[in-house]
Each structure stands twice: as C-alpha cells, then as structure tokens.
C-alpha cells in the first residue's frame, strides 16, 4: 500500500519538468480522492522544479609521463595517457513567477562528482524586485561575474578546457558572496540589451573552505547583450570587467620587481609596517564576441576575444590566488610576491556545412610578470622563478553534435613555454595534450 502511494508521486516529480506531460497527468487524477488532492498539492509546489546536468569521460594522451597540464590537471609521475571522468554535474533549479509571468525567486544548487571526489558548485538564492522589473540580487556561492570564458559553462564550450589564464586568476571560477544584478526584463525596455552586475566575494571561491581575511574583492561587469549589427544578420556582443580586491599580508617580507645589478629581478621591503596591509589583485579586462550565421542548418562562423591585464598577489611558486594563508612546510609564513600580467585568448568557431559539425581554433597565452621575460628567469640571485614563466597555448579540435544529448570532441593543445635560464625551463616542456571526450547531457 506504502508503495502504492509513493509510486504515482514520483513519477509525477519526474515527469514535472515537461508542462506538457504534467499537464496530461493531472488531468487522469481523481481529485475526489486523497491521494489526489496530495498530488495536486504537491504539482502545485514543485511545478517550477527543474533538474538538468551533464558527464565527460574522456581519454586523454600526453607527450610525456608526468606532463604538468591545466587540460584537466597534471598527470601522474609514470603516467602519460588517461581515462578520466572529467565533469559529472547535476543541477537543480527551482523558480516561481508572478501572474505577469516575471521571475520572482530562484533556487540554485549545482554539484560535481568525478573519481576525485564531490564537490558543490553553486548553492545560491535569487530574488527580483517586480515594480521596474529590472533588478535581482543573489547570495552564496557563484560564478564571478568576470568576463566571458569564465561564465560560459563547460557543457557549452567548444573546448575541454578554459585558458591558462581564466584557470589560473579565476580558479574554480565561483565564489562566496553577494552580487547585485541591473537587467530590464520586460520586451519594450530601452535597455534591455544591457546586464550590468557588480558584487562583494571572498577572494579565495572554492579554494578555501573558510575567509582567512576580512579584505574582499570587488567585482563588475557591464556587457551589452547579442545586437544584430545593422543591415547583416551578424550578432556582436561584448563587455568591459573589473576585479578590485586584494589579501591581507601576514607577513613584513614583500616581493615586487625591480633592478637587481642592472637587470630585472625582486626587490625584498622587510619594513615592519607591512604586515596588515592589502597585497593587491586587480584585473581588468574586456571581450567581444561575433557571430554570422552561415544559413538554415548550415550553423555559423564565430569569433571571440578576450584581454585581462592588471596585478596578482600569490607566492614564489606560483601566481594563483592562496585559498588558505600561505606558510611553508615547516609553518613559517611564506613572503608576498605582487606581479604585473596579462593574458589573452582568441576563438575561431566554423561550422563545416550543417549544425552537426564543427571545427575550432584557439588561441590563448599568460604572461604572470610582465616586466621579465626568456632568458633573464633563471638569472642567481634575481628570485625569479617557475611562476614567471609565459606560456602560450595553440588548440585545434573538432566536435560532432550527434543530438541534443550527444556531442563529441576531439582536440589537441599545443603548449609552448618561454626558454629561460631555469632548471628544467631552459627548453620548451613536453606537456601537449590530446584529448576525446564524450559529453551526455539531460
């Protein structure tokens, strides 16, 4: 009997994310009874319930056991080709509207699983105020609102991965915070082609489980919607983002660059007072994005671009953001170093003669310290290290949308590196990456 009751009610939940389907359901339900009233109650509740997600196995090979890569991580010291699960997410959204069909709440709760482990992806609430219908607000853990590659999700993007770059500065892309959004919704607004969000975050996003400081980082972001360009069918996009924020220093011993004997190196300020104060993480940045279409079922040819440049705080090793602050193996706390970067990526997108396929060009490079370059890394007693070093990534791939469920996606990144005076640095790194994916999707 227990049974029974429970069956028709998940199938109602199932079949709740179809109107059409859970429209024809409720209409064979006996509402004289009370099982049926409960089911209504309960279409009722969870109407606007919506589940979605995607997997990637993949395969990948690399040139050389132990390849260092940002194409879905490192590999193993003895290890050279894989299989992996490289993302396996599912998602909940949940929304209700008010009677002139606006949005006013939403619920997001997004998880990961792979063999690595599970981990959450976004867990956030949204509201809208419904007397302009042009503002919403949002707390919890979220995208940054940074840019465009950042924000594209991986089950759209027409690469394994996102660039050097993004990964590095915007590592697992979300934060904790609160962010407010200026939108129009309603059709006959005059600035409804705009979205500009700006809010407050942490710094650390899933790198950390906790604040370590009470600094946090600005960001904003204004980006004009697809426009058809006038007398074309070409779509243009775009926007302009900022990242003002920064970590509090825990430590007197600050890094920047400087003259060390006539050549560039770190300059070391041990002054006392500089514990306490913010370390700086300022990016600014731009993207644009095009779109022609090619002509009925025949896809289109795109064009993207991005540029971010500005200043990050990290450590001797490395030019990520800290998730927890920074001490050595032995638990002393380790120096600042403050470097100027920049770092860019360009996409080509073809269709080749219908929908279904399609080839892509990518194009991206990080320079973490702009004021050194080659040969100079390397150089005794300047301090520079790994972490200074440009690379510069060229990716060819081709993908295959079998259905709307179904894609596949062949791709190879040819990765390059300065040659500098480092050991183990002073020749380009064997570290390309072949990679084929399958990505299902629901």
């Known amino acids: 009997m227990r049974i029974a009751r429970i069956f028709p009610i998940v199938v109602l939940m199932l079949c709740s994310t179809i109107t059409v389907r859970a429209q024809f ?3 064979m339900i006996d509402t004289t009874s009370e099982l049926g009233k409960g089911m209504i109650s309960l279409y009722q509740k969870y109407d606007a319930l919506r589940f979605s997600g995607y997997i990637q196995p993949q395969f990948q090979a690399a040139q050389s056991k132990g390849a260092g890569s940002y194409a879905g991580g490192d590999f193993g010291a003895a290890v050279n080709n894989r299989f992996t699960l490289r993302r396996g997410r599912i998602r909940v959204d949940y929304e209700r509207f008010n009677k002139h069909d606006m949005p006013v709440i939403q619920f997001a709760f997004q998880f990961d699983g792979s063999e690595r482990g599970v981990f959450i992806r976004d867990f956030y609430g949204r509201f809208f105020e419904n007397r302009f219908n042009v503002l919403s607000f949002v707390g919890g853990m979220f995208a940054r609102p940074f840019g465009y590659e950042v924000n594209l999700s991986s089950a759209d993007r027409e690469t394994p991965e996102r660039g050097r770059m993004s990964q590095i500065l915007m590592k697992t892309e979300r934060d904790l915070g609160a962010m407010v959004t200026f939108e129009p919704r309603r059709k006959d607004h005059p600035l409804r082609f705009l979205r500009i969000d700006a809010g407050a975050f942490n710094g ?25 360009i006038k007398g074309t ?16 220093q825990f430590t007197n011993y600050i890094n920047t660059m400087g003259t060390i004997n006539g050549k560039p190196g770190y300059l070391v300020d041990s002054s006392a007072s500089n514990a306490g104060k913010i370390a700086p993480r300022h990016y600014y940045g731009a993207d644009i994005q095009l779109k022609i279409p090619n002509g009925p079922g025949k896809g289109s040819t795109q064009f993207r671009a991005e540029y971010i440049r500005g200043q990050q705080s990290s450590t001797a090793l490395t030019s990520e953001t800290p998730g927890i602050i920074p001490v050595t193996p032995q638990g002393k706390l380790q120096p600042l170093y403050i470097r100027n970067f920049d770092g860019a990526y360009l996409y080509f997108i073809q269709n080749l003669g219908s929908d279904k396929h399609q080839a892509v060009v990518k194009y991206d490079w990080y320079d973490p310290n702009k004021k050194v370059s080659g040969k100079e890394i390397g150089v005794p007693g300047a301090g520079l290290t790994a972490a200074d070093i440009r690379y510069n990534t060229l990716g060819i791939g ?45």
């Open 233 to 248: 069918k070409a779509m243009l996009s775009g926007g302009v983002s900022v990242l003002y924020g920064g970590m509090e």
């Open 25 to 27: 359901l409720m209409d």
């Open 204 to 228: 650390q996003g899933l790198t950390a489980t906790t604040d370590f400081d009470s600094h946090k980082d600005f960001i904003g972001r204004i980006a004009v919607k697809p426009r058809k």
């Open 398 to 442: 081709y993908l295959y949308y079998a259905n709307e469920h179904l894609k596949f996606m062949v791709y190879y990144d040819w990765v390059t590196n300065e040659s500098t005076e480092l050991e183990g640095y002073k020749e380009d790194l064997k570290d390309n990456v072949l990679t084929c994916r399958m990505q299902y999707r629901f």
